[in-house]
């Protein structure tokens, strides 16, 4: 066999094809190829056979990683939701809206995708905090709200260091996505376009279903009244820019509404309930 077939490098797939074409012309013009019985044919493809099986191995191992490493995350997000008492769905969707958003505002395949899972841990910080803040069922004090805003440089830290793209914007969006696009957010008061992109996308992503999820001190608003309030904070809370885009592909909302089975559609007058939207309990 030929050395340079031999090596542990991966397969040059040209020079391979180089190889077997090189072989197989000067054997048709001699007239002896036979694959079946040529012995220099047979050890290429016995060559080729063995590096195939290889690099399938190769691939249901990555499968493998990749499986492994996303149920760790999708276990990390469920840990942080059994302390918040929070509807896995609700993460879920927030993935789905901020991969959506996303996509139209530029991002690439693999950020999209990588995006899906880290948007579902913008909260994984409240891990660390108190149950007695996190369960409270009435409006926290002022030092309670300062120990219930620390949750997002407690996620910050809990994600620091990482190698892994998915854990990095994870780290973003769960340190910049409680900050406001007037400045007045936290945990730095950022404003505008500081705030990373991403983290102004789960933001909105986790306000509008935040708006639409029964928690245990509110019931759910329907859509008309969670597009009301998006409008109401375009240029205060959420940046004006992907509201608009937001709401122009509503009907694609919807539909991915449809697909969790949360009614879009309710008809609901506005002129009573939206008026009792408590933005600083409910979303933010």
């Given at each position: 066999m030929r050395s340079d077939l031999t090596g542990k490098s991966p397969i040059d797939f040209e020079m391979l094809k180089h190889y077997v074409d090189r072989i197989a012309s000067?054997?048709?013009?001699?007239?002896?190829?036979?694959?079946?019985?040529?012995?220099?044919c047979l050890e290429l493809v016995e060559y080729v056979t063995e590096k195939n099986k290889l690099i399938e191995d190769l691939k249901i191992e990555c499968r493998n990683l990749k499986t492994a490493f996303t149920e760790t995350i999708l276990k990390l997000v469920m840990a942080a939701e059994f302390k918040d008492n929070s509807s896995s769905d609700h993460v879920e969707r927030v993935g789905k809206f901020s991969s959506f958003m996303a996509r139209k505002t530029g991002f690439s395949d693999r950020d999209c995708s990588?995006?899906?899972?880290?948007?579902?841990?913008?909260?994984?910080?409240?891990?660390?905090?108190?149950?007695?803040?996190?369960?409270?069922?009435?409006?926290?004090?002022?030092?309670?709200?300062?120990?219930?805003?620390s949750h997002?440089?407690?996620?910050a830290d809990i994600l620091a260091g990482a190698?892994?793209?998915v854990l990095q914007l994870a780290g973003?969006?769960?340190?910049?996505?409680?900050e406001r696009w007037d400045g007045l957010g936290y945990p730095r008061g950022l404003s505008g376009e500081d705030i990373p992109l991403v983290a102004r996308i789960v933001a909105l992503a986790d306000t509008f279903d935040a708006l639409l999820s029964r928690r245990r001190y509110k019931d759910a608003y329907?859509?008309?009244?969670?597009?009301?309030?998006?409008?109401?904070?375009?240029?205060?809370?959420?940046d004006p820019n992907l509201v608009?885009?937001?709401?122009?592909?509503?009907?694609?909302i919807i539909e991915l509404l449809y697909e969790d089975d949360i009614p879009p559609t309710k008809q609901y007058d506005l002129s009573?309930?939206?008026?009792?939207?408590?933005?600083?309990g409910d979303c933010f």
């Open positions: 000067s054997k048709e013009r001699k007239g002896t190829l036979n694959w079946n019985e040529d012995e220099e990588n995006i899906v899972f880290a948007a579902a841990m913008h909260d994984i910080g409240k891990i660390g905090i108190s149950e007695c803040v996190l369960y409270k069922p009435g409006k926290l004090t002022a030092p309670e709200y300062e120990i219930m805003k997002t440089e407690i996620g190698k892994s793209e973003q969006i769960a340190l910049n996505h409680h329907p859509v008309e009244v969670a597009v009301e309030v998006l409008k109401a904070e375009s240029g205060k809370h959420l608009s885009m937001f709401l122009n592909d509503m009907d694609e009573q309930r939206d008026r009792n939207v408590n933005l600083e």
